[in-house]
């Protein structure tokens, strides 16, 4: 599906549901694609196959997420 800028701005109901049912859109300005939106599941298979994706998983000293910033801020004086 393609689209303009002022279709986005005044049909954004519409285009949304485009890309819910999994239809690509592009966003076209003055003629020209400008943008593309995309269905939000496809967008989280790319990143889960991504290899940097949960990189720190492994790390153990990140387990209290709380305590690990506290420990970091503790050496700072203000």
């Given amino acids: 599906m393609q689209a ?4 986005l ?6 285009i949304l549901d485009a890309a819910r049912r999994g239809e690509e859109v592009v966003i076209t300005f003055h003629g020209k694609p400008y943008a593309r939106i995309v269905p939000l599941d496809e967008q989280v298979k790319k990143n889960k196959q991504n290899e940097f994706c949960g990189m720190w998983k492994d790390r153990t000293d990140m387990n209290d997420v709380e305590g690990y910033v506290r420990k970091l801020r503790k050496g700072r004086s203000f």
């Fill in 9 to 14: 701005r005044f049909h954004t109901k519409k």
């Fill in 4 to 7: 303009t800028s002022k279709d």
